[in-house]
């Protein structure tokens, strides 16, 4: 599976959008995004994943970049609860059906 | 569904005593995961199942470790004998073949060896 980057941490003020990066500059043509969540203590949540298409869900909205190197999750009106650990994956799907987190990026929603 | 279900959710040992932490997942999923998070190390993939059958356990850290899978509604990770670097939070996941890559995990089980 391909490599990912993101920011270590990241704040965003309560009710503002929270843009949170990802380079996988490496991504192969049959490669998924995927983003997970952490809230403290619990263990992760699914959020979205795409392909190449941009995707919405009542949760968030997942941007990927023309040329697939990078994509951005968006948070529409990040709330206190979505202070957590976010993780960018790349994964194909015929991997078997395994993930491999990498360290995240820390989102602190500040009031 | 209730969803994916672990237990204990805590559990202080001794070293050397054997422990085993159990899991539950969600019914119709044919792939279970053991994931170990600790500070250092971050979110580490055990080992995983696929119709109760382990399909790679190439993150055991070692022979003290080992799981099972003896139906499609249960599974347990065992840890004999225990030390002090075994001390981690425990993460069961499940998930479908079906849509693969969206795993559903448990509240996990924070282990404590002393």
């Known amino acids: 599976d391909a490599k990912t980057t993101q920011p270590p941490s990241m704040d965003c003020a309560e009710g503002r959008a929270a843009n949170l990066p990802c380079n996988h500059s490496t991504i192969s043509g049959n490669e998924y995004v995927y983003w997970y969540r952490q809230i403290h203590s619990q263990g992760p949540q699914y959020i979205i994943h795409?392909?190449?298409n941009n995707e919405t869900n009542e949760m968030a909205s997942l941007i990927i970049t023309e040329d697939r190197k990078s994509s951005t999750l968006i948070l529409p009106h990040a709330t206190l609860r979505d202070t957590a650990v976010y993780y960018c994956?790349?994964?194909?799907?015929?991997?078997?059906?395994?993930?491999?987190f990498g360290g995240g990026t820390r989102l602190m929603v500040k009031p | 569904d209730a969803g994916v279900i672990q237990s204990p959710r805590h559990e202080v040992t001794e070293m050397g005593q054997e422990v085993t932490l159990r899991c539950k997942p969600i019914?119709?999923?044919?792939?279970l995961f053991w994931y170990r998070q600790t500070m250092m190390r971050g979110l580490e993939l055990l080992i995983y199942?696929?119709?109760?059958?382990?399909?790679?356990d190439s993150g055991m850290p070692e022979d003290r470790f080992s799981a099972k899978m003896p139906n499609a509604s249960f599974s347990t990770l065992k840890i004999q004998p225990s030390e002090p670097r075994d001390s981690a939070v425990y993460f069961c996941?499940?998930?479908?073949?079906?849509?693969?890559?969206?795993?559903?995990f448990g509240s996990g089980t924070r282990l404590t060896v002393v």
């Open positions: 019914s119709g999923h044919d792939y």
């Open positions: 795409g392909l190449k």
């Open positions: 996941a499940s998930s479908s073949g079906q849509a693969p890559g969206r795993h559903t």
């Open positions: 994956i790349v994964r194909a799907n015929n991997a078997g059906n395994m993930l491999t």
């Open positions: 199942f696929n119709n109760n059958v382990p399909i790679d």
